[in-house]
């Protein structure tokens, strides 16, 4: 099948996919098969807080567990929040577009409402939600970016699936103000509040010009070759001085300081960052598709190295990755805060690496383990790990590329492995083992109830494209429950994260929307 007749195979399932009855309360249309489907499986679970603790509280983000796709600076993918038990679970959806449409990082405002950014071919839109019925209160039209001209105008949709850039990485701050990189390589603060006659809007209340020290030559409508180079913005985070920091596809680590609005950069030759960045108060940690950095501001917030280990990068890019290095945003954890975690891109196996994080490590003593995990020559993940007190899990993403990869019953090899550092630091123990199917979601851990929460699709022999919402006991392993979200490429959650909210609620970014999953018993 050429790449047009691929494409509008994906264009014509998502368009033609909705055509059966819907079932509860469904506003994204749900595909053929879904009434063969079991509905639920598996048994209610009872809370079991794990032992530990999670990363320090930073002051300039939003509480911790509302902040940003991996719910903290720290990247812990962790919620102090309990999450669906699996009693009586309802499912609610939300359908943003016709095509496209996918929500992805969620955060939570003061009044619990959510603030996310929405993916369409329009541009992405910057959308505040009602957290029961996922009804739009504001709206704000960003950019659309460089990556969906080159999909429509050279019909290579790949173009978008790997592109991270625009503002699907953005942080909450602690005056529940927006903070991202918009398509311009301008860094965007955003307010959102009630005007006099009771709606909501959003207002943007700083923009800062990165194009002075980022290439933006991109394309777009009225120029479709462009001769010069881009270097979209992938990420920002504030250090724990409020310094806003950011890092482009091309290796470009940089800083703005939000008093002055000086902007600093260096550049990473030869080097490429589609992962986000996480931060604590000993500096900042990255991961490129070469070497984990650790960071730290210099006097004038020049971005200067404090240490560097670079990985086994494997051979190519491995289907489930984005480019040919770690997939995953740095973990920073461990009893005493002493651990940065990342997974490598090893050819046979991935390996889960762990370090000690200390600017004075000595030479050698840095590494403390590398776990291989899942199975030979089916193995990597394209997503940040879980962390809480010295244990990690990690996901397998191996055989997913896009939307269209999974269709006709199809799933992924799948996996999820615990971790444990062990309390001496002498290295790194398998907890257990998981078949969880979850092809790209970035997983989170409930601390209320002990509940991983995984996005799964399971091969079907008929050819169903059936996606669950599936808990998984952190302590065992073991499966608790799994309740059905829909059928078709419309729910796919194309990497967005699974996503707990204060009430409880569990929320996943698909491909035409939002879906929620609540306990109602």
Known sequence: MDRRAA????????LLGGSAPLVEAQGIPLALGHRLVDPYEGAPGTARPPAGAGPAQHPHMAPNGRNGMHADAAGSGTHPYPGPLGRKPEVVSERIAAIGGECATVTF???GRLVTVCGTFGGFLLKLLDPRSLDTLAEYRLPQRSSTVEAITRLDFGKIFKDTSGGAYFYLDDRDRVVLADPRQHVLRISHGQRADGGWEFRVDDDWDLTP??????????????????DPVTSVMPDWDGRIWWVTRHGRVGTVDPATGAVRAIRLEGEEIQNSFSVAEDGVSLVTDHALYAFEAGPDGTPRVLWRETYDRGSGTKPGSVNQGSGTTPDLFGRREEYVAITDNADDRMRVLVYRRGADVPAGERLVCAVPVFRSGASTTDNSMISWGDSLVVENNYGYENPSSLGFGRSVVGGATRIDVRADGSGCDVVWESDVRSPSTVPKLSTVNGLLYFYEKRPHRLGIDAWYLTAVDFGTGARVFSRFTGTGLAYDNNWAPVTLGPDGTAYVGVFNGIVAVRDTG
């Open 7 to 14: 494409v509008a195979t994906v264009l014509a399932a998502l």
């Open 109 to 111: 405002d003061s009044g």
């Open 213 to 230: 020290l980022v290439p933006h030559d991109c394309v777009g409508w009225s120029d479709l070759l462009p001769d010069g180079e881009c």
